[in-house]
C-alpha cells in the first residue's frame, strides 16, 4: 500500500539574540579582576567584543590570550580567572571572519609551544567546562559567550542540511553542541542531527536525539510548537521501530510510547493527534479495545473535533492497520475540509484496500485530489491500484470469451488502464512535494520540493490558490523554482499573512 501522509519535522533556521540567558540559582564567584594580567585581559575583551574595526578586535583578542597565557606563575594564584579569560578570549577569536576552526597557537597569542595547533572551541568548551563543573552558578555567565559561536553553527548547518550536504551538515551540528549542550536552545542542534540520522535510517540514534529535542524544549511556552513536533516524531519512531518485535518486546516498546505521550498529554490535555498515536499504539500492542473507545468517540461526535484532528486520528488508525476505521475518519475529517490533500490522498489509500470495501469510490476521490495535487506521480501509483484490483474483479467474467465480447473488453480496458496509470508512475518528468503546511491564526507556511526526474536542468513555476473549507480562493501566489539539476530537487516555501480562514490550497499542473 502506498504510504499514508503524515507531518515532518521542519528544519528552521535559529535566531538567538533574543533569547534570555538561562537563570541560575547561585553567583558566579570568579574574580576577573585580579591579578593585573587577568584584569587588563578582561577589560580588553569588555571593550573589544562592543566597538572596534575587525583587524583592532583581533588584536586586542590575541593580547587577551597572552596575557593570561605569557607567564603561568603570575596568574597561578586566580588560575579559574585566567581559564575563564582565556576561554572566552578563544570563543571571540573563534568568531572573527575568516578564522579557521585549528589555529596555530602562536596566531592567537601564546607564547608556549607556538607552533603547536590548537581548535580554538574545543579548547574553550574544556576550560569553561571545568569551571562549570566547581561553579555551576558561573553557566549564567558563560551561557552567552557559548551561544555566540553556536547560533552561527547551527544556522550553517541549517544551510547545508537545506543544500543536501548531509555529512558536511552532520560535522558543524555535531560542533555546535561542542560548545552548547544541554541547554534548552541546544534542541535546534539536537532536531537537525535527528533529521540527518532519520535520513540515513539509523532509527535509534534519531530516537536519541528527538528525545533530547523533548527534554530540552519541554516547559517553555517558546518552544511548545516544537516540543510537541518532537514528541510525535519520536512516537512515530518508536511505533516503527516496536513493529520490528515480536510478543513481549514488542507490547514494551508501545507501552513505553503511551508513556511518551501521556506524559505529554499531562500538561497538554486533550491533544487530539497524541491521543490518536496512543491508540496507534495500543493497537498494534493488542489493546484494540482501549484504541477503539477514542475512535469511536470521535466518530459518534464528530462536531467536537477540527477536520485536522479527525484527519491525524485517521492516520493512526491506518498506521495500525485499522484501515476500515481509518477510512471513517478521514470521510467525517474531509466533509470539514473537502480540499485537504493529505486527506484526499489518505482516503485514496485506504479505499486501495478491497477488505474495506469501497475501492470503486476511489475515481472519484482521485479525481479531487488530481484537482488539487496535479504533479505528485503518486496519484497515479493509487489509479494503478485502483485498475489492477478492477482487473481482478473482472477476470472471472471475462474467462474463455474473445473480443468484442462485453466481459472481455471490460477486462480488456481494464489492464489498459492499469498499464497507463503505472507508465505515468514510472515515467513522470517530475514530482511535487509538501513537508510543512502550518497554520496559526492568519500566518500560514506552505514549504515542499519540486523534483526534477528528467536528466537536464529545469526550473518550475507553481501557480497557487490557497482556500477556505468552501474551496474559494482567498489569496493567489507563484513561486519559481530555477535551475534544478537532473535527478535532482529544490526546496520551495510560501508565507501568508493576515489570512484568516485559509484551510488547504491547490496548483496548477506544468504546461507539457
Same mark, same amino acid.
Given at each position: 500500500?502506498?504510504?499514508?501522509?503524515?507531518?515532518?519535522?521542519?528544519?528552521?533556521?535559529?535566531?538567538?539574540?533574543?533569547?534570555?540567558?538561562?537563570?541560575?540559582?547561585d553567583a558566579c564567584p570568579i574574580d576577573v579582576n585580579r591579578p593585573g594580567e587577568v584584569r587588563d585581559a578582561?577589560?580588553?575583551?569588555?571593550?573589544?567584543e562592543m566597538i572596534g574595526k575587525p583587524e583592532d578586535k583581533r588584536k586586542n583578542f590575541v593580547r587577551a590570550?597572552?596575557? %593570561?597565557?605569557?607567564?603561568?606563575?603570575?596568574?597561578?594564584?586566580?588560575?579559574? #580567572?585566567?581559564?575563564?579569560?582565556? #576561554?572566552?578570549?578563544?570563543?571571540?577569536?573563534?568568531?572573527?571572519?575568516?578564522?579557521?576552526?585549528?589555529?596555530?597557537?602562536?596566531? %592567537?597569542?601564546?607564547?608556549?609551544?607556538?607552533?603547536?595547533?590548537?581548535?580554538?572551541?574545543?579548547?574553550?568548551?574544556?576550560?569553561?567546562?571545568?569551571?562549570?563543573?566547581?561553579?555551576?552558578?558561573?553557566?549564567?555567565?558563560?551561557?552567552?559567550?557559548?551561544?555566540?559561536?553556536?547560533?552561527?553553527?547551527?544556522?550553517?548547518?541549517?544551510?547545508?542540511?537545506?543544500?543536501?550536504?548531509?555529512?558536511?551538515?552532520? %560535522?558543524?551540528?555535531?560542533?555546535?553542541?561542542?560548545?552548547?549542550?544541554?541547554?534548552?536552545?541546544?534542541?535546534?542542534?539536537?532536531?537537525?542531527?535527528?533529521?540527518?540520522?532519520?535520513?540515513?535510517?539509523?532509527?535509534?540514534?534519531?530516537?536519541?536525539?528527538?528525545?533530547?529535542?523533548?527534554?530540552?524544549?519541554? #516547559?517553555?511556552?517558546?518552544?511548545?510548537?516544537?516540543?510537541?513536533?518532537?514528541?510525535?516524531?519520536?512516537?512515530?519512531?518508536?511505533?516503527?521501530?516496536?513493529?520490528?518485535?515480536?510478543?513481549?518486546?514488542?507490547?514494551?516498546?508501545?507501552?513505553?510510547?503511551?508513556?511518551?505521550?501521556?506524559?505529554?498529554?499531562?500538561?497538554?490535555?486533550?491533544?487530539?493527534?497524541?491521543?490518536?498515536?496512543?491508540?496507534?499504539?495500543?493497537?498494534?500492542?493488542?489493546?484494540?479495545?482501549?484504541?477503539?473507545?477514542?475512535?469511536?468517540?470521535?466518530?459518534?461526535?464528530?462536531?467536537?473535533?477540527?477536520?485536522?484532528?479527525?484527519?491525524?486520528?485517521?492516520?493512526?488508525?491506518?498506521?495500525?492497520?485499522?484501515?476500515?476505521?481509518?477510512?471513517?475518519?478521514?470521510?467525517?475529517?474531509?466533509?470539514?475540509?473537502?480540499?485537504?490533500?493529505?486527506?484526499?490522498?489518505?482516503?485514496?489509500?485506504?479505499?486501495?484496500?478491497?477488505?474495506?470495501?469501497?475501492?470503486?469510490?476511489?475515481?472519484?476521490?482521485?479525481?479531487?485530489?488530481?484537482?488539487?495535487?496535479?504533479?505528485?506521480?503518486?496519484?497515479?501509483?493509487?489509479?494503478?491500484?485502483?485498475?489492477?484490483?478492477?482487473?481482478?474483479?473482472?477476470?472471472?467474467?471475462?474467462?474463455?470469451?474473445?473480443?468484442?465480447?462485453?466481459?472481455?473488453?471490460?477486462?480488456?480496458?481494464?489492464?489498459?488502464?492499469?498499464?497507463?496509470?503505472?507508465?505515468?508512475?514510472?515515467?513522470?518528468?517530475?514530482?511535487?512535494?509538501?513537508?510543512?503546511?502550518?497554520?496559526?491564526?492568519?500566518?500560514?507556511?506552505?514549504?515542499?520540493?519540486?523534483?526534477?526526474?528528467?536528466?537536464?536542468?529545469?526550473?518550475?513555476?507553481?501557480?497557487?490558490e490557497f482556500l477556505d473549507i468552501g474551496g474559494n480562493v482567498l489569496e493567489a501566489r507563484e513561486v519559481t523554482?530555477?535551475?534544478?539539476?537532473?535527478?535532482?530537487?529544490?526546496?520551495?516555501?510560501?508565507?501568508?499573512?493576515?489570512?484568516?480562514?485559509?484551510?488547504?490550497?491547490?496548483?496548477?499542473?506544468?504546461?507539457?
Amino acid at each position: 500500500m502506498t504510504a499514508i501522509r503524515f507531518a515532518s519535522v521542519a528544519v528552521a533556521m535559529l535566531v538567538v539574540a533574543a533569547l534570555p540567558a538561562r537563570a541560575q540559582a547561585d553567583a558566579c564567584p570568579i574574580d576577573v579582576n585580579r591579578p593585573g594580567e587577568v584584569r587588563d585581559a578582561n577589560k580588553a575583551l569588555d571593550t573589544y567584543e562592543m566597538i572596534g574595526k575587525p583587524e583592532d578586535k583581533r588584536k586586542n583578542f590575541v593580547r587577551a590570550v597572552t596575557l %593570561v597565557t605569557r607567564d603561568p606563575a603570575k596568574v597561578r594564584a586566580n588560575q579559574n #580567572g585566567a581559564n575563564m579569560i582565556l #576561554g572566552r578570549a578563544l570563543i571571540d577569536l573563534a568568531g572573527l571572519a575568516d578564522m579557521p576552526p585549528v589555529v596555530r597557537r602562536a596566531d %592567537v597569542g601564546f607564547t608556549l609551544d607556538p607552533d603547536a595547533t590548537i581548535d580554538l572551541l574545543a579548547t574553550a568548551d574544556s576550560l569553561l567546562d571545568a569551571i562549570e563543573a566547581v561553579h555551576p552558578g558561573c553557566k549564567a555567565e558563560t551561557d552567552p559567550w557559548r551561544r555566540g559561536p553556536y547560533s552561527v553553527l547551527v544556522n550553517d548547518a541549517v544551510n547545508l542540511y537545506n543544500a543536501q550536504l548531509v555529512d558536511s551538515a552532520e %560535522v558543524i551540528v555535531r560542533r555546535s553542541l561542542m560548545i552548547y549542550d544541554g541547554y534548552p536552545v541546544s534542541y535546534f542542534a539536537y532536531n537537525i542531527l535527528g533529521n540527518i540520522q532519520q535520513a540515513r535510517d539509523d532509527i535509534p540514534g534519531a530516537i536519541a536525539s528527538f528525545r533530547k529535542v523533548v527534554e530540552l524544549s519541554k #516547559g517553555d511556552t517558546t518552544y511548545a510548537d516544537d516540543h510537541k513536533s518532537a514528541v510525535m516524531v519520536v512516537a512515530q519512531l518508536m511505533i516503527d521501530q516496536g513493529e520490528r518485535m515480536e510478543g513481549e518486546a514488542k507490547t514494551a516498546a508501545m507501552n513505553e510510547v503511551v508513556a511518551l505521550l501521556q506524559d505529554y498529554l499531562a500538561s497538554n490535555p486533550g491533544d487530539v493527534k497524541a491521543q490518536a498515536a496512543i491508540a496507534t499504539a495500543q493497537l498494534k500492542s493488542g489493546d484494540v479495545a482501549a484504541a477503539r473507545r477514542l475512535f469511536d468517540e470521535m466518530l459518534a461526535n464528530p462536531d467536537k473535533y477540527t477536520d485536522l484532528n479527525l484527519l491525524e486520528a485517521g492516520v493512526g488508525a491506518a498506521r495500525a492497520s485499522q484501515n476500515a476505521m481509518a477510512a471513517q475518519l478521514f470521510e467525517a475529517g474531509l466533509k470539514k475540509n473537502p480540499y485537504s490533500r493529505d486527506g484526499l490522498f489518505n482516503l485514496a489509500t485506504v479505499y486501495s484496500d478491497t477488505a474495506v470495501g469501497k475501492i470503486d469510490q476511489m475515481p472519484a476521490v482521485l479525481a479531487r485530489l488530481n484537482a488539487v495535487d496535479p504533479e505528485n506521480p503518486d496519484n497515479a501509483q493509487l489509479a494503478a491500484l485502483f485498475w489492477q484490483a478492477r482487473a481482478r474483479q473482472l477476470r472471472p467474467a471475462a474467462e474463455g470469451k474473445d473480443l468484442p465480447d462485453p466481459a472481455a473488453l471490460a477486462f480488456k480496458q481494464a489492464n489498459d488502464s492499469l498499464l497507463f496509470y503505472y507508465e505515468k508512475y514510472t515515467n513522470a518528468r517530475a514530482k511535487v512535494t509538501f513537508n510543512l503546511f502550518s497554520h496559526d491564526e492568519g500566518r500560514h507556511v506552505l514549504a515542499g520540493t519540486v523534483e526534477n526526474r528528467t536528466e537536464e536542468e529545469k526550473s518550475y513555476t507553481l501557480k497557487f490558490e490557497f482556500l477556505d473549507i468552501g474551496g474559494n480562493v482567498l489569496e493567489a501566489r507563484e513561486v519559481t523554482v530555477e535551475g534544478v539539476r537532473g535527478k535532482s530537487q529544490k526546496p520551495f516555501r510560501i508565507e501568508l499573512q493576515d489570512k484568516p480562514g485559509v484551510a488547504a490550497f491547490r496548483y496548477a499542473p506544468f504546461p507539457s
